[in-house]
């Protein structure tokens, strides 16, 4: 695996030079078009993930070129901060995991502690005490956005991360609060998951789920069962809590829906007799969360973590790998939003991070992980 891992990094590694000296300091568009990514400093959620990718490659190959790189784009992504540009949602943990935190350990430079706690300020600013929630998305306290999301779950490391540098318990307390109203009400009776979940706004009391981006509010969209498994893993160590149920019972869901060639349906409503567009990104999450667990349990299901996750990645490189396509990107096979026709099939930012994410930690177990 190793050997195949190395070969990955390195036309990866030349192909994503090439890709960051094209976009400079600009930040590609959330997903692929035509397989290649579009420019335009979108100012989205996902900008994150293209300054991990290029501190994954730094790391992986010690070429110094992506770390420098990553550096600059952190002062992108710091700047977005200062003038607060599209910052009113809950996605600032992927904004700022990825960026200023690897920042912060490679530099050990106080500057970004200030970042830090600013950019943890902005998120805690989100919660509501009523319903003990983060809000995803919207003005705050309308009640019809008063909802919180399960991809929220992957932003939880940000807040536990700032109360740890910053030595001040008040996030990691949020954090605290919010996981555990998620996961009172995102998991249904057949351990499927909801994607967005609404509260009143005036009793606080959880009222009913909602779907955003998969195919019906009963369905299960593939990539919010993989943040919600993930996002158990990823909180783990900081909540101290590993949730063995719901664990197990999301991840046989997961486990259950998986097609012939490996690779998940953007939701679970769809299968090999009623296929419809995969979703890799699924995929990679759900590796990378199985290779965080790896590391609290006995042996035997450390092994059983390692051979899933493996599976998992190899499905998405034997089968929609882009390396021989002249493009810039990394993986296919990503949906960003079916139902409103965005980035179907496609490549997607977080997609080839956690692809690299996922060949990170199965190659070096004891990688330092940003989240
Ligand atoms: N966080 C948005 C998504 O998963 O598409």
């Not at 993989?226 to 909180?235: E, P």
């Not at 690779?263 to 969360?289: E, H, L, M, Q, R």
């Not at 692809?355 to 930690?361: F, K, N, Q, V």
Request: contains cysteine.
């Amino acid at each position: 695996m190793n050997e195949i891992i190395e070969n990955e990094f390195s036309w990866i590694s030349q192909r994503m030079k090439h890709a960051f000296k094209e976009f400079d300091l600009d930040i590609p568009s959330e997903s692929s078009v035509n397989q290649s990514y579009v420019k335009g400093n979108t100012h989205e959620w996902t900008c994150g993930f293209w300054v991990g990718i290029s501190w994954l490659i730094y790391e992986n190959t010690n070429d110094q070129f992506f770390y420098e790189k990553a550096l600059a784009l952190t002062d992108v992504l710091i700047d977005r901060l200062d003038r607060d540009i599209n910052l009113d949602h809950h996605d600032i943990g992927f904004l700022y995991s990825l960026s200023i935190v690897p920042a912060y350990y490679h530099t050990n430079d106080s500057k970004y502690l200030k970042s830090i706690q600013k950019a943890a300020d902005k998120l805690i600013s989100r919660f509501h005490n009523n319903g003990e929630f983060i809000q995803c998305w919207g003005t705050l306290g309308d009640p019809d956005e008063y909802r919180l999301i399960i991809d929220s779950l992957l932003n939880m490391p940000f807040l536990f991360t700032s109360s740890k540098l910053l030595g001040d318990p008040k996030y990691a307390n949020i954090a605290t609060k919010h996981y555990n109203t998620v996961f009172k009400n995102i998991i249904r009776d057949d351990y499927t998951t909801y994607h967005t979940y609404y509260f009143d706004v005036v009793t606080g009391k959880p009222k009913f789920g909602k779907t955003a981006q998969g195919y019906s509010n009963d369905s299960c969209w593939s990539r919010g069962q993989a943040w919600a498994i993930a996002g158990i893993c990823f909180n783990q160590e900081y909540l101290n809590n590993n949730q063995d149920d719901d664990f197990n019972n999301l991840l046989n869901v997961f486990k259950n829906n998986i097609p012939d060639d490996g690779v998940v349906y953007w939701d679970f409503a769809f299968n090999d007799n009623n296929p419809s567009a995969k979703d890799t990104s699924a995929n990679s999450i759900v590796a990378c969360g199985l290779l965080e667990r790896a590391k609290y349990v006995d042996d035997v299901r450390k092994q059983e973590y390692i051979n899933m996750a493996s599976e998992l990645v190899l499905s998405v490189m034997n089968n929609y790998s882009n390396r021989n396509l002249d493009v810039d990107t990394i993986v296919s096979g990503c949906t960003y939003s079916f139902p409103q026709g965005i980035g179907v099939d496609e490549a997607c930012l977080w997609g080839d991070y956690y692809y690299l994410e996922a060949l990170t930690r199965l190659s070096n177990p004891e990688w330092k992980k940003y989240w």
